[in-house]
């Protein structure tokens, strides 16, 4: 995986980097692998994932097509300057 530098610019790349290993899961397999995992472990674990992913398929879906509402978005507002206490 090859990241360009520009304008000596070494952190933008870095993070850019950092964003493309976590998308393509490089830091999940690494501490997956930090440990042996019985075979056993790793067919539930899979299957586990498996199920998240199908619920969460299932669920687009069904927002998609009008079954269910989607969630609430909050509205996030800026913070409020804070007054300083009179003296």
């Given at each position: 995986?090859?990241?360009?530098?520009?304008?000596?610019?070494?952190?933008?790349?870095?993070r850019v980097?950092?964003?493309?290993?976590?998308?393509?899961?490089?830091?999940?397999?690494?501490?997956?692998?930090?440990?042996?995992?019985?075979?056993?472990?790793?067919?539930?674990?899979?299957?586990?994932?498996?199920?998240?992913?199908?619920?969460?398929?299932?669920?687009?879906?069904?927002?998609?097509?009008?079954?269910?509402?989607?969630?609430?978005?909050?509205?996030?507002?800026?913070?409020?300057?804070?007054?300083?206490?009179?003296?």
């Amino acid at each position: 995986m090859q990241v360009q530098v520009r304008d000596n610019n070494v952190d933008q790349a870095l993070r850019v980097l950092k964003k493309r290993l976590q998308r393509e899961g490089v830091f999940r397999e690494m501490k997956l692998r930090k440990y042996f995992e019985k075979p056993s472990e790793a067919r539930i674990r899979e299957k586990a994932e498996a199920v998240r992913r199908a619920r969460k398929n299932a669920r687009k879906q069904a927002i998609r097509e009008g079954l269910i509402a989607a969630p609430k978005r909050v509205e996030r507002t800026p913070p409020r300057p804070q007054s300083r206490p009179a003296s």
